[in-house]
DNA sequence: CTGTTAACAAACTAAGTGGTCAGTTTTGAA
DNA sequence: TTCAAAACTGACCACTTAGTTTGTTAACAG
């Protein structure tokens, strides 16, 4: 069971949904189709169970526990984000990040699927935005920084350069970005008082 | 023929290449289907194309033309990014940036059109560090600013606020994007000489 | 009027697609 | 040992896919 839906995450991921076909994981896995449809009510149903078993415990892994706690928030999303993107740039298998793909793939197709999506989406904001206030609240960032805000456009700007990684030079790509981002951070921190 | 891309382009676009069947454009065009054949060779030609005609045309009348001039790029790219995010906002068949959508969908799958599309992709990326350099030059940008990785997130940011804008709240989506790009223009932005 | 060809129509093929179902094996408790 | 439920098989179904083939127009040069 849970091979079958590692497998399935596999290749949904390397293929997209719509281009993987269940006799696709199947045959991976030398498994019957009777024994698929024994165990979901159907491809949609198979998917949606790895989004609440796997994705969502995936992303929470690398995006969200690792930005946790007391520290400055801008040293922790940066080594978030540096783990999360050297992970890709050393893995052969790398097409981009999952949520962000299936964001892309299922967007004005399926809307139930789009829900659950959404849902991590929202989990990971409410806990960078979280991370933010603490930060600001602790003397790390500006007072007049707008969190939400500020957790927009990391979010963005993780999703996008993940794409971009996919496409060619995925380390040189890491190493630009890392090197905004700090240049971004540096302009949101909190400013030595002059006193 | 024009009346073929057109419409190709909007469902490959609205429902992803391998989800648009030869039969769906076809139908909604009321073409046969040995017409289609006549005219292109396969399904991959077709889109090939596509790509060539519209999107490449598409990509450069909203992403980089709006950048080329000898203004401040900082402003440049500022209205670019904000009317092409408009347009998204109003238009309800927003289903994000077609290039990045298309990157994400034919990554790891299909080879030659991934080379097609990372050719606009370089494209817009010479021409965003061309006008960040451009800036540098004229005395906009501070001159310690490395253009390559300013244009990587730059592009970057984009892509990624585009996936995100298509799920919820595309306006406020927006708005806090450019809030906080603003900010990322300013800490790169020439510094007032204190003389 | 004739023959050629570009432009299309429509029926077709072969290989998939998600999903079903009658039947078989395995398991484990009584 | 029995027997029912759980787990699984693989052939099968209706349907869709990209692509082909054969046939039909319409225009037009000679």
Chains 1, 2 share one sequence.
Request: overall charge negative.
């Amino acid at each position: 069971m849970q091979r079958l839906q590692t497998t399935g995450l596999e290749l949904f991921y390397a293929q997209g949904y719509y281009d993987t076909s269940v006799d696709d994981i199947l045959k991976k896995l030398e498994l019957s189709k009777g024994a698929f449809y024994y165990h979901f009510d159907s491809k949609e149903d198979f998917f949606i169970q790895i989004i609440q078993n796997l994705l969502a415990r995936k992303i929470y892994s690398t995006l969200i526990e690792p930005i946790e706690g007391h520290d400055n928030p801008i040293t922790l999303i940066t080594k978030c984000f540096d783990n999360a993107m050297e992970t890709a740039v050393h893995n052969e298998m790398d097409y981009g990040c999952i949520l962000s793909n299936f964001l892309t793939e299922f967007n004005g197709k399926n809307e139930v699927i789009m829900r659950h999506l959404n849902e991590i989406v929202t989990v990971w904001e409410v806990n960078l935005i979280t991370a933010l206030q603490k930060g600001k609240f602790n003397g790390y960032l500006d007072r007049h920084v707008d969190c939400e805000a500020s957790a927009t456009f990391l979010m963005s700007s993780y999703f996008g350069v993940r794409t971009l990684m996919t496409s060619a030079a995925p380390a040189s790509k890491k190493y630009r970005f890392m090197s905004q981002l700090r240049q971004y951070f540096k302009s949101i921190e909190a400013k030595p008082v002059n006193s």
